[in-house]
């Protein structure tokens, strides 16, 4: 395989970093977004996203003059489609950003080139996505005509990493490669063998695309058994935190923790797109994502409660003396990333239903979204701490470890403060 040229269509949490470690190898990397901000972001060296080294990385690879930002697509010899896959209406899983990327970069395509799918997708979605690129380019032959004499290779490489470790696993972890023909994986292999220390899988494109949605589906179901037994134990008077530890204890078995739902863009989505393929047959993992969908509502009751309780014991005061303070926007430990956030949701919920001041601590970000800021107010965590009235955990950020509530009302549902006590 000719190459000289590596294009990554998105510039996300997924795009950049991948974009930065093929540049690390240097290797001329294209990054294409559709957002100006963010390739001029990129083309002054620096990012966009809070990603631990991710800065230094990007930094190096420009100045070398290895990685470039652009929004219109450019000629390459691998295209990296690393773009969105949200779903619509009743979780219908949504591929208008793949069509998107795909029809933007057919106009470039040449004979010998490899195209990837990296976007965590419904089962289909690399097939569907040849399929537009066929119809855009007649001209050319793809796997589903021509099998292994077709001009372009396709394949499907869902990415498998941590927010937070992302450099470290993408080299380190396996990665599944399937392609819509073995002449499409060996290529996609070679590509990631550039980088990847792990072992490259070869398989087809529809398991590929299935082993992702498998591995986010495992995870959700392990994370509704831990919220479910959350809301038993509190219905029960027992301490959740203490009953998991106990029973971790035995050699078989390794309950998660329990949190205020379930987030980000692969666990709080994936599961649905089994779900929309496979209905009937999906009934663990549906009644799993109902259940880590419903736990942000019984949390909302929580601090509703929490607040008729502080009136009783402040006769003197009303609701809108009452400040809530919410500990944690992100969908995870010590990131940035608010996408599908359970907290976010928490959060706004909290500030439309109550008349008094509503707080939000979240130390990755500097300020709010417009929508949000007309009703939450962003404040630092030792604020937040000393003056609010009701403290709500929602997110076991490393900063709020370091210091405990002395006042107030807690409703600690990471159990850090919680255990502490």
Wanted: glycine share 6%; aromatic share 6%.
């Amino acid at each position: 395989m000719n190459l000289k040229t590596i294009s990554i269509i998105g510039l996300g949490y997924i795009g950049l970093p991948t974009a930065a470690v093929f540049a690390s190898r240097k290797i001329k990397v294209i990054g294409v977004d559709v957002n100006q901000k963010t390739v001029d972001t990129i083309n002054r060296g620096q990012i966009h996203i809070v990603e631990p080294d991710l800065g230094t990385v990007v930094h190096a690879a420009v100045t070398e003059g290895y990685l470039r930002a652009t929004t219109q697509p450019e000629p390459a010899d691998v295209f990296l489609v690393a773009v969105p896959t949200p779903f619509k209406g009743d979780h219908e899983p949504d591929l208008a950003y793949i069509e998107a990327a795909s029809k933007s970069i057919a106009p470039v395509l040449k004979r010998g080139d490899l195209v990837i799918l990296e976007s965590t997708s419904p089962v289909g979605a690399t097939e569907q996505m040849a399929a537009w690129l066929a119809e855009s380019r007649p001209d050319l032959t793809f796997p589903q005509s021509h099998g292994e004499d077709s001009d372009i290779r396709v394949a499907h490489c869902p990415e498998r990493v941590l927010p937070g470790h992302v450099l470290r696993e993408l080299v380190q972890n396996d990665r599944v490669i399937g392609g819509m023909t073995p002449k499409c994986s060996a290529a996609a292999a070679a590509l990631y063998k550039i980088f990847v220390k792990g072992e490259c899988v070869i398989t087809d494109a529809r398991t590929a695309e299935m082993c992702k949605l498998t591995e986010n589906s495992f995870r959700d179901v392990n994370i509704a058994f831990a919220n479910e037994l959350s809301m038993i134990c509190d219905k029960l008077g027992i301490n959740v935190w203490e009953l998991i530890k106990l029973a971790n204890r035995h050699p078989r078995v390794n309950i998660l923790q329990p949190g205020p739902g379930v987030g980000g863009h692969c666990i709080a989505v994936d599961p649905w797109f089994i779900v929309s393929a496979a209905p009937e047959e999906a009934r663990l993992i549906r009644t799993a994502r109902e259940v880590n969908d419903s736990k942000p509502e019984w949390v909302i009751d929580k601090v509703k409660l929490a607040v008729a309780e502080f009136l009783q014991a402040n006769p003197d005061k009303t609701a809108r003396d009452v400040t809530i303070a919410c500990f944690g926007l992100a969908f995870k430990p010590d990131i940035d990333d608010l996408r599908e956030s359970p907290a976010v949701a928490i959060t706004r919920k909290i500030a439309t239903t109550h008349p008094g001041p509503v707080w939000a601590v979240e130390p990755n970000i500097d300020a709010l979204s417009n929508a949000m800021a007309e009703i939450v107010t962003l404040k630092p965590f030792e604020v937040a701490l000393a003056n609010s009235d009701i403290k709500v955990l929602l997110v076991d950020h490393k900063q709020f470890k370091e210091a405990c509530p002395s006042d107030g009302q807690v409703l600690d549902f990471k159990g850090i403060w919680i255990r502490k006590d």
